[in-house]
């Protein structure tokens, strides 16, 4: 699963921005898709995660103020920002999870993009 994702930039605190990520590839098996991020200096952490079935979970430092959406058929995930902040300045991951069933046993990867920064000015 190769995932591209866009939209990254520069903003002032108060502002919005939207990315995008496609996910190309030989599969037939996501079962979600979703956004991380990493700040400088921090781990990796969960902004949102889309799953086929179900509800969509948000870190609670972006409820209220981010949406993410699907579009499965086209295997993409976007994710609105509104009201954005200075501590929401990070390089945001797209991520996919496969889950699959062989002969072997039950299988569960997940894939990262190449990242896109956004940047919130004060």
């Known amino acids: 699963v190769q995932l591209q994702a866009s939209g990254g930039g520069l903003v002032q605190a108060g502002g919005s921005l939207r990315l995008s990520c496609a996910a190309s590839?030989?599969?037939?098996?996501?079962?979600?898709m979703g956004w991380y991020r990493q700040a400088l200096g921090t781990a990796r952490e969960l902004v949102a995660r889309?799953?086929?079935?179900?509800?969509?979970t948000y870190a609670d430092s972006v409820k209220g103020r981010f949406t993410a959406s699907r579009d499965i058929a086209e295997n993409t995930v976007y994710l609105q920002m509104n009201s954005l902040k200075p501590e929401d300045t990070a390089v945001y991951y797209c991520?996919?999870?496969?889950?699959?069933?062989?002969?072997?046993?039950?299988?569960?990867?997940?894939?990262y993009g190449q990242g896109t920064q956004v940047t919130v000015s004060s």
């Open positions: 991520n996919a999870e496969r889950e699959w069933s062989d002969d072997v046993g039950y299988h569960k990867m997940k894939y």
């Open positions: 590839g030989t599969f037939s098996d996501i079962s979600a």
């Open positions: 889309v799953p086929n079935i179900g509800t969509t």
